[in-house]
């Protein structure tokens, strides 16, 4: 069980944060309990495309041949992930428990079976991802308290309407925050 409220929402790195993965980045956190967390940045990108990476899976992607693959975080860059809005072909799906809803608009998904159908018929709203950013017991928290991310209300909007390079300074301003405000220093913000 979430109990602090960071499933389903952005966290946000703040300018402290020096970790090349994370600087500057959003994350959509799509778990996170006493033992663990699972995000994904959402604005970094790679050279890939989605059509090459099905391909090699041997689905036939019937999408945009140059819709882009994300970087998402780190840990186990060979795993695949999906972002997804509403999409008609879910009753196709054998297990429908292979689909997360994670706020009102934005599914995520990690099974081959979802993929494969995904592959079939894309949606108009789509992210794939490479990799995850993940945490253990408490790590999330202490970075937190050490003023590393911020926390912000999630939404599917932000996750397909606004692009990559925006981002950072668009949920950062969501909150009320000029982004040139931020100074790098240690403690809660």
């Not at 975080?73 to 809005?85: A, D, H, I, Q």
């Not at 159908?117 to 993940?134: E, T």
């Not at 926390?151 to 301003?173: G, K, L, N, Q, Y």
Request: charged letters at 20%; hydrophobic letters at 45%.
């Amino acid at each position: 069980m979430d109990q602090t409220g960071l499933s389903s929402s952005f966290l946000i790195a703040m300018p402290q944060l020096q970790d090349p993965n994370f600087c500057r980045t959003v994350l959509l956190m799509v778990h996170h309990d006493e033992t663990s967390s699972f995000a994904l940045v959402l604005n970094r990108s790679t050279d890939l495309a989605i059509s090459s990476l099905f391909e090699s899976l041997e689905f036939e992607w019937r999408g945009d041949d140059d819709d882009p693959v994300s970087w998402g975080g780190p840990v186990e860059l060979n795993s695949g992930w999906m972002l997804f809005g509403e999409i008609d072909r879910l009753a196709l799906i054998e297990d429908e428990e292979d689909i997360t809803p994670v706020v009102r608009g934005l599914n995520f998904a990690g099974s081959m079976d979802v993929f494969r159908h995904v592959a079939a018929d894309p949606p108009s709203q789509l992210r794939f991802f490479l990799g995850y950013a993940g945490w253990g017991p408490g790590q999330l928290e202490f970075e937190i308290a050490q003023g590393a991310w911020l926390s912000a209300e999630a939404s599917a909007e932000t996750v397909f309407r606004v692009p990559a390079e925006a981002m950072w300074d668009h949920v950062v301003r969501g909150l009320g925050v000029d982004p040139s405000t931020l100074v790098s220093t240690s403690g809660v913000h």
